[in-house]
């Protein structure tokens, strides 16, 4: 299989969407505050792993 440039697109779209929709999308509307929990510590657990973010003072603190 070859790579080609034009697939890259396709590729993010690939994996944007299941993170956004099995990550994201729990983390704001779920009723259910463990999941809500649980959804914001995997999404803080990726944003910790992707080049380029600095992680902001306070947010993922525990009191």
């Known amino acids: 299989m070859f790579w080609i440039p034009g ?3 396709a590729l993010m779209l690939a994996v944007f969407v ?5 990550v994201v ?3 704001i509307w779920s009723a259910q505050p463990a ?3 649980a959804a ?3 999404l803080a657990q990726i944003l ?5 973010t600095r992680r902001t003072p ?3 603190d525990e009191a």
């Open 7 to 9: 697939s890259l697109p």
């Open 18 to 22: 299941p993170v956004f929709v099995g």
């Open 25 to 27: 999308l729990p983390a």
């Open 35 to 37: 999941r809500r929990r």
């Open 40 to 42: 914001a510590a995997v």
């Open 48 to 52: 910790a792993v992707m080049p380029g």
């Open 58 to 60: 306070g947010v993922d």
